[in-house]
């Protein structure tokens, strides 16, 4: 098993464009989620989405949008990039959706830089 | 809204040292909590994961243990060594629907 794959694993944007950053895994997982991991603030939960067809927001939603038409690609889209957005972003999935969604399993990261 | 702290940040230790790594967090009605190393510029590798009816979780030279009633979870390492330099995580599973609390992490360095 692959577990769970990020691409690209290194960006770098331009202020206003947009792009999409890739998530897939292959342990047929419910749950799935975006979290972006910045100096000194941990890790914080951006979008999450619990199965097919299905998203919400996390802690920090702006900027951002999802969507999941399957259940093993969960890809973020950056609409208008600001260099407030420049961070590393890692994506996750577990089977559990009920109750902490934990264990989770990590992807390598996405390091974006917006200029 | 549920906070979780790690205490020290930062920690260096020689080689062969046991040492223990500090979780604390807020609100005590938790469902779980998960440690996790991360090695520079990678992802998140889970290392012990304790359900809050467990009080304990053990793997190899790694022990977590966690005491919901004063919101804290402690990750003991024996005989470390310079391969277990990276930062450690914990994440605390709680709250409403869909909440996964992480800490800063302490960053462990192991010198030979």
């Known amino acids: 098993n692959a577990g769970v794959t990020q691409t690209p694993k290194f960006q770098v944007l331009k202020t206003g464009q947009s792009m999409t950053l890739q998530c897939a895994q292959d342990?047929?997982?419910?749950?799935m989620s975006w979290y972006r991991q910045d100096p000194g603030m941990g890790l914080r939960l951006i979008h999450y989405?619990?199965?097919?067809?299905?998203?919400d927001q996390g802690e920090v939603p702006n900027g951002y949008n999802v969507s999941r038409s399957t259940t093993e690609d969960f890809p973020l889209r950056l609409l208008s990039a600001a260099p407030s957005q420049t961070s590393v972003y890692f994506c996750?999935?577990?089977?559990?959706?009920?109750?902490?969604?934990?264990?989770?399993?990590f992807g390598d990261g996405t390091r974006l830089s917006i200029l | 809204k549920q906070e979780v702290t790690q205490i020290p940040a930062a920690l260096s230790v020689p080689e062969g040292e046991n040492l223990v790594l500090n979780c604390s967090f807020t609100d005590s009605a938790i469902y779980n909590l998960q440690w996790f190393r991360q090695d520079p510029g990678k992802g998140l590798t889970s290392l012990l994961l304790i359900q809050s009816s467990q009080r304990e979780q053990t793997s190899g030279r790694l022990n977590a243990s966690l005491d919901k009633s004063s919101g804290r979870s402690t990750l003991y390492i024996a005989a470390s060594q310079p391969g277990d330099s990276a930062t450690y995580l914990c994440?605390?599973?709680?709250?409403?629907?869909?909440?996964?609390?992480f800490g800063t992490g302490t960053k462990l360095q192991v010198i030979p």
């Open positions: 996750a999935s577990s089977r559990n959706r009920d109750r902490g969604h934990q264990p989770q399993h």
């Open positions: 994440a605390v599973g709680s709250g409403g629907y869909q909440k996964v609390t």
């Open positions: 342990m047929n997982h419910e749950y």
């Open positions: 989405s619990v199965g097919a067809g299905i998203t």
